[in-house]
Every structure is written in structure tokens, then in C-alpha cells.
Antibody
């Protein structure tokens, strides 16, 4: 069974940092690009970032560019999202998803709350 | 870049059918989209990829009650024989240099 499992969420103060992880199993992780999508409380889905299968191509939403960094370790089947200079508006559930688009596999999400 | 427009809410009776719409902005009527379902308190779930031709490919385990169709810039998700578990938010999604989601439709099963 293909599974994506996020971790690393929590409560952080404005201006702080957090690193999210997404552990993949049941698929050949190195063959797929991966995406982060977030959902603020009571709101819709927002695309955040993408990384190619080899990690050499990355894309970011304007709202996080310069503050967030996506990366991956194919030897560990794990995707990461380093989040710096966090703001209240970054408060959301963060999901990892398989592929560049038309995400056919989603993780269960990890909650990030930015508050003093 | 395209904008995806969805009605904020829809409702239909148990056992009936409902057709949800996702409209692509002008000049983007040929875009492929995907439909995702998000039940309350759960992660999104992929339903299908839907092309401008109207052909669609459903995800693993998606019931036959779910189907897709197209008319011009409109992309439809039809759910037949509505069940209580179909009460959820439904999002359409596409890509153009970045991921794009519609605002979502909250479906209530009466």
C-alpha cells in the first residue's frame, strides 16, 4: 500500500522555524516529483511547493518564496519542507502529495500553528 | 494562468444525483483538471483526472457512482445514488507553472 506520512508540525512563535517531513512507503520514491499543499483552518487548499524526482527543480508559491525550502532525501524516501520566518498566516495543515499535479496520493497532514 | 471557479455549496437528497461544476477562466478551456474529495476532518482524496475531451481516469477504489464530463470550459463531477459518506468538500485542481485549486464546493446530502 502506498503511504505518505507527514510529521514535524507544532506550535511555533512568529518569526520562528520548523521543518516538516513526509515519509513515503510502498512506492519507488525516487521516481516521483513531490508537492506540499496546505489548508488554513476552515479554508480551501493552497499549493505551496514542488520538487522534481531528482531534486534539481523546485517551484514555490509567491506567498512562501524566500522563506520556505523544499528538499528530499531519496535514500531515506523522505520529503522535507524547511519553513523559516513563519507568520500567523502560515497556520495550516500541511499535506504532502505525490507528483507535480493531479495528486493521486495524499498524506494525512501535519498541523502547523504560528502564534505568540 | 487559469482560475478555477466553483460554487461554494450544493445539496441533494440521499439516493439522488448531483452535478458539481468547475469552470476554467477564459482562454484556458483546454486544460486538464483533477477532482479531489475531502470528507470532514480527513485528508483530500484523489477522485479523477478529467480532460477537455470529457475522458476521465478515476483513482483506485473510487466507486462507479462518480463520473466526469466536460462542456467547453466547464468540468463536471457527477455523483449518482448519493450516499451519506459523499457529504464532503470537492476541489478541482490544475497546473500552470504552479498548482491551482478551485475554492471548493461543500456538498450536503439531505
Amino acid at each position: 500500500e502506498v503511504q505518505l506520512l507527514e510529521s514535524g508540525g507544532g506550535l511555533v512563535q512568529p518569526g520562528g522555524s520548523l521543518r516538516l517531513s513526509c515519509a513515503a512507503s510502498g512506492l519507488t520514491f525516487r521516481n516521483y516529483g513531490m508537492t506540499w499543499v496546505r489548508q488554513a483552518p476552515g479554508k480551501g487548499l493552497e499549493w505551496v511547493s514542488f520538487i522534481s524526482d531528482s531534486g534539481d527543480i523546485t517551484y514555490y508559491a509567491d506567498s512562501v518564496k524566500g522563506r520556505f525550502t523544499i528538499s528530499r532525501d531519496n535514500s531515506k524516501n523522505t520529503l522535507y519542507l524547511q519553513m523559516n520566518s513563519l507568520r500567523a498566516e502560515d497556520t495550516a495543515i500541511y499535506y504532502c502529495a505525490k507528483d507535480l499535479k493531479f495528486f493521486d496520493i495524499w498524506g494525512q497532514g501535519t498541523m502547523v500553528a504560528v502564534s505568540s | 494562468q487559469p482560475v478555477l471557479t466553483q460554487s461554494s455549496s450544493a445539496s441533494a437528497s440521499l439516493g439522488s444525483s448531483v452535478k458539481l461544476t468547475c469552470t476554467l477562466s477564459s482562454g484556458h478551456s483546454n486544460y486538464i483538471i483533477a477532482w479531489h474529495q475531502q470528507q470532514p476532518g480527513k485528508a483530500p482524496r484523489y477522485l479523477m483526472k478529467l480532460e477537455s475531451s470529457g475522458s476521465y481516469n478515476k483513482g483506485s477504489g473510487v466507486p462507479d457512482r462518480f463520473s466526469g464530463s466536460t462542456s467547453g470550459a466547464d468540468r463536471y463531477l457527477t455523483i449518482s445514488n448519493l450516499q451519506s459518506e459523499d457529504e464532503a468538500d470537492y476541489y478541482c485542481e490544475t497546473w500552470d507553472s504552479k498548482g491551482i485549486f478551485g475554492g471548493g464546493t461543500k456538498l450536503t446530502v439531505l
